[in-house]
């Protein structure tokens, strides 16, 4: 009986340990992003024609620029401001029937770029 207590109170504590690492982790990812986002000049951003938003993995604030022809069908990168592109789910190596110039330059996600209207191979990027 007294073994029992022992264990259920190691875990009880165990527990707790996990719990006070993630409160860190998360006042350490809250700090990076204040960081991140006192870099940014919103009014230079604002003036390209941009806007703040959280990017990658960790929202990591920057400034997002959108490109003009972001969305169009394209079959090369010479096609797009940005890069010709077929967004998850790729075509494995068929001709691509769903590229679209890059919306903005934050490029992030799984995507497969298309060059000469082949689809290259995929890549994943956060």
């Known amino acids: 009986m007294f073994r029992t207590h022992i264990v259920i109170g190691m875990i009880v504590v165990l527990c707790g340990c996990g719990s006070i690492s993630q409160r860190q982790s998360e006042r350490e990812l809250d700090q990076y992003r204040a960081s991140a986002r006192a870099r940014v000049d919103e009014s230079v951003c ?8 959280g990017v990658g993995m960790f929202g990591t604030p920057a400034c997002v620029l ?15 401001q940005g890069r010709c592109l077929i967004m998850e789910g790729g075509t494995n190596g068929a001709a691509p029937s769903a590229a679209m110039c890059q919306r903005d330059d934050q490029l992030f996600g799984c995507w497969q770029e298309v060059l000469h209207g082949q689809a290259q191979p995929a890549i994943c990027v956060d």
């Open 66 to 80: 959108p490109f003009a022809d972001g969305g169009k069908a394209c079959a090369d990168k010479a096609d797009c």
């Open 46 to 53: 604002t003036a390209k024609g941009g806007s703040i938003k």
